[in-house]
């Protein structure tokens, strides 16, 4: 199951862990749930897209160099990885890259650290459409939710989630809003 979790301005239909919302991924090339618009509009919307990424990636970081990794994902030349364990990361990172990319989007994977003159805080690990993003997976029980959701809004309000677990939409959705 993937979703993605995002903040709502106005709501009070949630509360403990902020305001937000559970979005069901939408497949960008299902013209049945984009209103039936065409292909030639889907592709421009994504184009759209692409540049919307390409542009906030540059604009967080303006003297990275970008790589095209595979279709549609793009990496920082500083993200490349140099142990193990950043090669671990990079692969769950880039599982969850493939998923978004599948449905339409344009991903740019952000260097492990903030740009030039931000304090020293963990920064956010893609932008999706020009939206900066937090990738989470979740592997264990529901309590795994609420403490990987913490995590991640400690980086950003946008948080995509992989869960590969054995929990229901229904689960996350009642645990995320407490």
Known sequence: MDIMANNLRKSSNF??????????????????ENNGKSDMQETGNQE???EKARQTAISLHPHEKWELLENGI???KSRMPRSAEQIHILDKELRQARILVDRGSTVYL???TPPHGKKRI???DAVVDGVVMEFKTITGSIRQVEVRYKEARAKTEHIFFKIDANLTRHEVTR???G
């Open 15 to 32: 509360q403990d862990l902020g305001e937000m919302a559970i979005l069901p991924l939408i497949d960008h090339r299902n013209k049945k």
């Open 48 to 50: 759209d897209n692409a």
């Open 74 to 76: 793009y990496i920082a």
């Open 110 to 112: 952000l260097p492990e």
């Open 122 to 124: 963990k920064f956010p």
């Open 175 to 177: 645990k995320l809003a």
